[in-house]
């Protein structure tokens, strides 16, 4: 049975780990979009938001500002990393770009695109938000994850919470999921 020498171990995973460290910042120079790319797709992620989900209209004529990540794109091979870039948007117009990154630890094997968009009901916590040198879900506030049930609709669910996320897949509305660790920053484009 072949073994592994301690070093030949070293070896391994001190390559990994600078192959990650290296992709973690390449991967946001990678899929950096310009202000217009952004704006693309940023419409085309609101229509499907708006597509997909009954009452979303209304829901978003109430927001006070809504964040809208149209591509996240997180990959791992136990150490994983994500990234995005989206816009800010009050009153229909975008007022602010912004970068959201994340790291995990733990099971995972592949990469996947997911989008977030993220809704401000009070402006408090908006105004917070847009101020910060970067904010961090989970230490700096709390995004509560919509999940709908089967004829739910966001005119059914009293939804009182100041930050709520909604995360899309390939095949609709993503469940079971967490912001939580995952840092926004206010970009120039």
Same mark, same amino acid.
């Given at each position: 049975?072949? /073994?592994? $020498?301690?070093?030949?171990?070293?070896?391994? &995973?001190?390559?990994?780990?600078? +192959?990650?460290? %290296?992709?973690?910042? =390449?991967?946001?120079? /990678?899929? $950096?979009?310009?202000?217009?790319?952004?704006? &693309?797709?940023?419409?085309?992620? +609101?229509d499907? %938001?708006?597509?997909? =989900?009954?009452?979303?209209?209304?829901?978003?004529?109430?927001?006070?500002?809504?964040?809208?990540?149209?591509?996240?794109?997180?990959?791992?091979?136990?150490?994983?990393?994500?990234y995005?870039?989206?816009?800010?948007?009050?009153?229909?117009?975008?007022?602010?770009?912004?970068?959201?990154?994340?790291?995990?630890?733990?099971?995972?094997?592949?990469?996947?695109?997911?989008?977030?968009?993220?809704?401000?009901?009070?402006?408090?916590?908006?105004?917070?938000?847009?101020?910060?040198?970067g904010?961090?879900?989970?230490?700096?506030?709390?995004?509560?994850?919509?999940?709908?049930?089967?004829?739910?609709?966001?005119?059914?669910?009293?939804?009182?919470?100041?930050?709520?996320?909604?995360?899309?897949?390939?095949?609709?509305?993503?469940?079971?999921?967490?912001?939580?660790?995952?840092?926004?920053?206010?970009?120039?484009?």
């Amino acid at each position: 049975m072949p /073994t592994i $020498a301690i070093n030949d171990w070293r070896k391994h &995973v001190c390559a990994i780990i600078t +192959l990650l460290l %290296f992709s973690l910042t =390449i991967i946001p120079q /990678t899929f $950096a979009a310009s202000a217009d790319e952004i704006e &693309v797709d940023v419409n085309d992620a +609101l229509d499907r %938001f708006k597509k997909e =989900i009954k009452g979303a209209n209304v829901f978003l004529g109430k927001a006070k500002g809504v964040l809208v990540f149209p591509n996240v794109y997180k990959a791992g091979m136990g150490i994983g990393g994500e990234y995005g870039e989206g816009a800010m948007r009050i009153s229909g117009k975008t007022v602010d770009y912004y970068s959201t990154v994340a790291a995990s630890f733990g099971f995972q094997l592949g990469a996947q695109a997911r989008t977030v968009i993220l809704i401000f009901t009070k402006d408090d916590v908006l105004k917070n938000f847009r101020n910060s040198d970067g904010w961090k879900a989970g230490v700096d506030g709390s995004v509560a994850l919509v999940t709908l049930g089967v004829g739910d609709s966001l005119d059914t669910i009293n939804v009182a919470d100041p930050i709520v996320g909604f995360v899309f897949g390939q095949k609709g509305l993503m469940y079971n999921l967490t912001l939580e660790g995952s840092k926004f920053t206010k970009i120039k484009k």
